[in-house]
Nanobody
Framework: QVQLVESGGGLVQPGGSLRLSCAASRSIFNSYVMGWYRQAPGKQRELVAHISSGGWKNYADSVKGRFTISRDNAKNTVYLQMNSLKPEDTAVYYC?????????WGKGTLVTVSS
């Protein structure tokens, strides 16, 4: 029943904003740490942000102050609000759920920051 579905990616100019969404299965949403990762061409996948069921948050230094992770428990959805976007933010963004020795991934959504 585990499923993660990302949406909201697209093309945006530098300095612009975008909000990503991840609709998650209820079975994992209320007990797993949810997060966003990204992978740019030729680079390793890296952590963007985490959020726990209790609201604890963690951000990569590269996005701190620009990105905000949040969750809507009623909708089983995790969001990533991205502001002041830079060309180096261009990547495929993946939703992740982790816990109990398990990890689940969405298929990703492409974010392209370019003028």
């Amino acid at each position: 029943q585990v499923q993660l579905v990302e949406s909201g990616g697209g093309l945006v100019q530098p300095g612009g904003s975008l909000r990503l969404s991840c609709a998650a299965s209820r079975s994992i949403f209320n007990s797993y740490v949810m997060g966003w990762y990204r992978q740019a061409p030729g680079k390793q996948r890296e952590l963007v942000a985490h959020i726990s069921s209790g609201g604890w948050k963690n951000y990569a230094d590269s996005v701190k102050g620009r990105f905000t992770i949040s969750r809507d428990n009623a909708k089983n959805t995790v969001y990533l609000q991205m502001n002041s976007l830079k060309p180096e933010d261009t990547a495929v963004y993946y939703c992740n759920a982790g816990g109990n020795g398990m990890a689940y991934w969405g298929k990703g959504t492409l974010v392209t920051v370019s003028s």
